[in-house]
């Protein structure tokens, strides 16, 4: 079974400048999740998909940072303008059902702000 | 505000001792919680999952254990190998939502 893929691994860009993280979930799984972890902290939740909708958004900084996931399955994760403190590694996972009680992870894309 | 404290933040053993970490938690309506191994460059990978019925579960050489009425759980792992270096987090989720709140982490190193 392949499992949570993401691109790119690796992300390096000026501040101010926009960027945008993929994600395809294991197949299957309707829930999908974005973390973020920022060095030496465990990861955040940003937004939590149910399928296509959205179930928890509360901490997605939504003036800079938005996620969509057309059709249900891949997602995509977009940061515009990025700031310094955006420097993080984005997780993604999956989950088949609606507790999330196993959430399968993705190896994550380190972005560097400059 | 949900709380996670993870102590140690790092810690370094020579191969073969038994060593304990710690996770506690400031609220005690937990639906389960877990304990995840992160590898440098690699996502999280969940090791063992104990419900809020349950006191502790175990798994090959790792014993996790749950006290929700202190709000700690430890994680056990008997005779340490340099393959167990990683960093260990641990995470909750309330009851009836999804979201996990993990703590920060304790970073291993066994020295061979």
């Known amino acids: 079974e392949a499992g949570v893929a993401q691109s790119p691994r690796y992300k390096i860009i000026e501040k101010r400048q926009s960027v945008a993280f993929w994600c395809n979930p294991i197949?299957?799984?309707?829930?999908l999740y974005w973390y973020q972890q920022i060095l030496g902290q465990g990861p955040k939740l940003l937004i939590q998909?149910?399928?296509?909708?959205?179930?928890?958004d509360s901490q997605l900084p939504k003036d800079r940072f938005s996620a969509e996931r057309l059709k249900g399955v891949d997602s995509t994760l977009k940061i515009q303008p990025a700031k310094l403190e955006d420097s993080a590694v984005y997780l993604c996972a999956s989950s088949v059902g609606t507790t999330g009680r196993e959430q399968f992870f993705g190896p994550g894309t380190r972005l560097t702000v400059l | 505000k949900q709380e996670v404290t993870q102590i140690p933040a790092a810690l370094s053993v020579p191969e073969g001792e038994n060593l304990v970490l710690n996770c506690s938690f400031t609220?005690?309506?937990?639906?389960?919680l877990q304990w995840f191994r992160q590898d440098p460059g690699k996502g999280l990978t969940s090791l063992l999952l104990i419900q809020s019925s349950q006191r502790e579960q175990t798994s090959g050489r790792l014993n996790a254990s749950l006290d929700k009425s202190s709000g700690r759980s430890t994680l056990y792992i008997a005779a340490s190998q340099p393959g167990d270096s990683a960093t260990y987090l641990c995470a909750f989720q309330k009851y009836n939502f999804n979201k996990f709140y993990f703590g920060s982490g304790t970073k291993l190193n066994v020295k061979p």
């Open positions: 197949s299957g799984h309707a829930t």
């Open positions: 998909f149910q399928n296509n909708g959205v179930v928890d």
């Open positions: 609220d005690s309506a937990i639906y389960n």
